[in-house]
């Protein structure tokens, strides 16, 4: 694999490599799951090799298990090894493009840069940075008084929701909603963009 120039929006490989994708999870897996469908249907050239979680009792751990995909735990401790066993995790199933799947932790994307994804659920640069993730955006949101909101799938860097932007997908905020309400309609959005930017970075084969 040639590791692009983010700008380039498409990672270039060889005839004969197949795109393993490492997903990694804090919470339930479902945006795990998406891409492995996505991967099954055929609609990206690529499958999910592991799911990496931090805790054992993470949602994902069963779930991903249930649909056959395995999963690796990297403790958070100790902390200054913590990078290095989750690319150890990684390159221990053959990964080759990581996808932040719901992953609460800056990810050390030195190793990675151009073959690393992720998905936030708000339009970036509102509403991103360190903290904000799940329903502490969705309330942000509301608390704005936005009358849009949605996803975005970006290139990771190293810094939190700064990278270049591949997919974006909106959703109206309706009167009367909740973090809950929007949350659900933001992660519809979600299921759609994740594998719309997979197949504009990995290309058809």
């Known amino acids: 694999m040639v590791v692009p120039d983010v ?4 990672v270039q490989l060889t005839p004969a490599e197949t795109v393993r994708i490492g997903a990694l999870a804090s919470g ?9 469908h996505a991967c099954a249907r055929g609609e990206i050239p690529a499958m999910v090799a592991v799911c990496v979680v931090t805790r054992a009792d993470a949602g994902a751990v069963s779930r991903c298990q249930s649909h056959g995909i395995p999963v690796a735990v990297v403790e958070p401790e100790p902390a200054e090894t913590f990078d290095d066993r989750v690319d150890a995790a990684l390159l221990a199933h053959d990964v080759n493009f990581v996808c932040l799947a719901g992953y609460l932790r800056r990810f050390r994307v030195d190793a990675w840069h151009g073959r690393a994804l992720n998905i936030h659920p708000a339009l970036l640069p509102d509403f991103g940075g360190q903290g904000m993730y799940g329903d502490r955006v969705h309330r942000a949101v509301l608390e704005a008084g936005s009358t849009v909101s949605g996803c975005t799938v970006h290139w990771v860097d190293g810094a939190y929701d700064t990278g270049k932007h591949v997919v974006q997908r909106r959703c109206a905020v309706h009167p009367g909603d909740s973090a809950e309400t929007l949350a659900a309609r933001v992660f519809a959005e979600e299921c759609i963009a994740y594998p719309e930017a997979l197949r504009q970075v990995l290309g058809g084969r």
């Open 28 to 36: 339930g897996g479902r945006t795990v799951i998406n891409i492995a």
């Open 7 to 10: 700008a380039d929006r498409r």
